[in-house]
């Protein structure tokens, strides 16, 4: 019976498990300004979250699509803030809440050029644009550029947005397709404004109850962002979807025009006999000597 007792009281003395949660980064499309500041947000946010759900949380970023679509396989994350044209090309994940850059779920993009080249001038150049695991090509002819101008260059993944401005300040690449609003380097300039597409969206992994995706979506309302991610606010994952609708290339094709014909039964038999003419007898006779 004493044995019982102590037992017990071990049990109450030992805390509760908390609730520990990792959260990844992975939108190379999100202008950081250096990979520190990526660091750092994911760690804040990783932090806010584990608080905020009564336990412990750490953030963990990640620069190769490969790399993070094996840490969601092994069942390494919990919680991600990753980019909507990615997510778009994938499944299996729950959307939490939108991103905000400057108080805004979606931004504007922009293709980018040095020495004042013209859309004309781009052809056979390299244009490069943030990696979003494989898709970059169709990202940027269908997504941004709704089908037209396929051919005219050849689209190559940077690693994220600031390695593709980089690479055009330093003679790297002739043009980028980046997020608007980046400090731009001495002579790289816009060449053409793109469509607005939604920002990195935070997602939860696995089975996801309506209680802890509440609870997951209210942490990240409170959270207090950098100059890049400024906050979150609720979202049932309409802008990924968007993007996801986009990536298939429309097919352009010509008016198809159907004649108003009314045909009537006089107009059909008008002009046509239908008496049997009658063959002589005479006609099936044999002559014979």
């Given at each position: 019976?004493?044995?019982?007792?102590?037992?017990?009281l071990?049990?109450?003395?030992?805390?509760?498990?908390?609730?520990?949660?990792?959260?990844?980064?992975?939108?190379?499309?999100?202008?950081?300004?250096?990979?520190?500041?990526?660091?750092?947000?994911?760690?804040?946010?990783?932090?806010?979250?584990?608080?905020?759900?009564?336990?412990?949380?750490?953030?963990?970023?990640?620069?190769?699509?490969?790399?993070?679509?094996?840490?969601?396989?092994?069942?390494?994350?919990?919680?991600?803030?990753?980019?909507?044209?990615?997510?778009?090309?994938?499944?299996?994940?729950?959307?939490?809440?939108?991103?905000?850059?400057?108080?805004?779920?979606?931004?504007?993009?922009?293709?980018?050029?040095?020495?004042?080249?013209?859309?004309a001038?781009?052809?056979?150049?390299?244009?490069?644009?943030?990696?979003?695991?494989?898709?970059?090509?169709?990202?940027?002819?269908?997504?941004?550029?709704?089908?037209?101008?396929?051919?005219?260059?050849?689209?190559?993944?940077?690693?994220?947005?600031a390695?593709?401005?980089?690479?055009?300040?330093?003679?790297?690449?002739?043009?980028?397709?980046?997020?608007?609003g980046?400090?731009?380097?001495?002579?790289?300039s816009?060449?053409?404004?793109?469509?607005?597409?939604?920002?990195?969206?935070?997602?939860?992994?696995?089975?996801?109850?309506?209680?802890?995706?509440?609870?997951?979506?209210?942490?990240?309302?409170?959270?207090?962002?950098?100059a890049?991610?400024?906050?979150?606010?609720?979202?049932?994952?309409?802008?990924v979807?968007?993007?996801?609708?986009?990536f298939?290339?429309?097919?352009?094709?010509?008016?198809?025009?159907?004649?108003?014909?009314?045909?009537?039964v006089?107009?059909?038999?008008?002009?046509?006999?239908?008496?049997?003419?009658?063959?002589?007898?005479?006609?099936?006779?044999?002559?014979?000597?």
């Open positions: 019976m004493r044995l019982v007792l102590v037992a017990a071990l049990a109450l003395a030992v805390p509760a498990h908390a609730d520990s949660v990792t959260v990844g980064l992975f939108a190379p499309s999100a202008p950081f300004a250096s990979t520190a500041s990526r660091v750092e947000l994911a760690t804040r946010l990783g932090d806010h979250l584990g608080k905020a759900l009564g336990g412990t949380g750490t953030g963990k970023v990640y620069a190769r699509a490969g790399d993070f679509a094996a840490a969601v396989k092994r069942g390494d994350l919990a919680v991600a803030l990753v980019d909507a044209g990615y997510l778009a090309r994938t499944s299996g994940y729950t959307v939490i809440a939108a991103s905000l850059a400057h108080g805004d779920a979606d931004q504007t993009w922009q293709l980018i050029a040095r020495g004042g080249l013209k859309l001038d781009l052809r056979g150049k390299r244009v490069l644009v943030p990696s979003n695991g494989g898709h970059e090509t169709d990202f940027v002819l269908n997504v941004l550029l709704g089908g037209g101008e396929r051919g005219l260059f050849e689209v190559e993944a940077a690693p994220d947005t390695s593709a401005v980089a690479a055009l300040g330093l003679g790297k690449a002739d043009a980028a397709v980046v997020p608007a980046v400090e731009l380097p001495a002579g790289v816009k060449l053409l404004a793109l469509p607005a597409l939604a920002t990195p969206v935070l997602v939860a992994f696995g089975a996801v109850s309506s209680a802890r995706r509440a609870a997951l979506a209210a942490a990240a309302s409170s959270f207090k962002g950098d890049t991610i400024d906050g979150f606010r609720d979202s049932d994952g309409d802008g979807r968007a993007i996801a609708r986009r298939s290339a429309t097919t352009k094709r010509g008016p198809f025009l159907v004649p108003a014909v009314r045909l009537l006089g107009d059909l038999v008008e002009q046509r006999k239908f008496t049997i003419e009658r063959t002589p007898p005479t006609a099936f006779a044999v002559g014979t000597r």
